[in-house]
């Protein structure tokens, strides 16, 4: 990696309260998440960050994969112990992907967009996600870990064949190469402040926020669940992050988990 945890310590200097305290910096490992899981089991603080050059074994939601190539792109995960009860968990995702997309924006000033519930893309083409993983025990939550994975510098070539249609990156949209160390500093100084609105229960900031950023609020979409698919008009979020969905038939239906598809206007 060509930067270590204490630049990016230095880059981030006073400015956090909460996450970054520690930074750990690795090379190669299987998946950054694990790794932030392992060591706030081992007794790392809330807030540790860990990031890394590639993953191995790199991970989306759903047993999916992460595609995680060296020397390219960020990989890096927020270990957590988050004040707040599992009914508001899903918004743990929504403030990690307003706080990414935030930083990502004002140092690229590239419009990035979030689609629900995890994605950002540019251009209908995906350049990060957020992998939330929980550990719950009754009414809390032990643990939470959120993986970012945002792709930076890959070129055309760069991107393998089985992503080339859907993926993107942020230099084949701007044209330039952007530091890693820089972006991982604002995305960590970001992800501060918008934690700390999450755990001082200012969820309608969140909410607002994210809704602004979003390519998916007043859009048809179409929702793929486990076990059946709907389509409707994608109309908010509600307190729970829970996306809002007017059916055709004029029913309103409440979504916490599932892929959207938007539906492009032909
Ligand atoms: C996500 O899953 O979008 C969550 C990705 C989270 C990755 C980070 S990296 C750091 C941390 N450590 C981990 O192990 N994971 C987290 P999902 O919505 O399920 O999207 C996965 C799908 O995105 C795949 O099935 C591919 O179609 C596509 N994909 C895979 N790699 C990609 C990449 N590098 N760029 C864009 N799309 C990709």
């Known amino acids: 990696m060509e930067f270590t945890a ?5 880059l981030i200097s006073s400015n956090v309260t909460e996450i970054g305290k520690e930074i750990v910096v690795y090379d190669e490992v299987e998946s950054t998440n694990t790794i932030a899981y392992e060591l706030l089991k081992e007794g790392y603080p809330a807030g540790t960050v860990v990031i890394a050059d590639r993953q191995t074994k790199g991970k989306g939601r759903l047993g999916r994969r992460w595609i995680s190539p060296a020397g390219k792109n960020i990989y890096m995960s927020f270990a957590l112990r988050p004040n707040i009860t599992p009914k508001y968990a899903t918004l743990i995702t929504l403030t990690s992907v307003v706080a990414c997309t935030t930083a990502v924006r004002r140092y690229t000033e590239i419009p990035v967009l979030i689609k629900w519930p995890n994605d950002m893309l540019i251009d209908h083409k995906k350049i990060g996600g957020i992998l939330t993983e929980m550990k719950i025990e009754g009414e809390k939550i032990k643990a939470a870990v959120v993986g970012i994975g945002l ?5 055309e070539n760069d991107i393998p064949e089985e992503i080339k249609e859907i993926a993107t990156s942020l230099r084949l949209c701007k044209g330039e190469e ?6 991982v500093a604002e995305i960590i100084k970001e992800f501060d402040k918008w934690y700390q609105l999450l755990e001082k229960k200012n969820r309608k900031t969140i909410i607002d926020r994210w809704m602004a950023l979003s390519g998916t609020i007043g859009k048809q979409v179409k929702i793929v669940l486990s076990d059946r698919e709907l389509m409707g008009l994608a109309e908010a979020i509600d307190e729970e992050g829970r996306l809002i969905v007017k059916l055709h038939d004029g029913k309103y239906e409440k979504i916490s988990a599932g892929d959207v598809t938007l539906l492009r206007a032909k």
Request: avoid cysteine; hydrophobic fraction near 45%.
């Open 151 to 155: 792709n930076i510098n890959m070129t």
């Open 6 to 10: 204490e630049e990016i310590k230095k």
């Open 178 to 183: 952007f530091s890693r160390a820089m972006l």
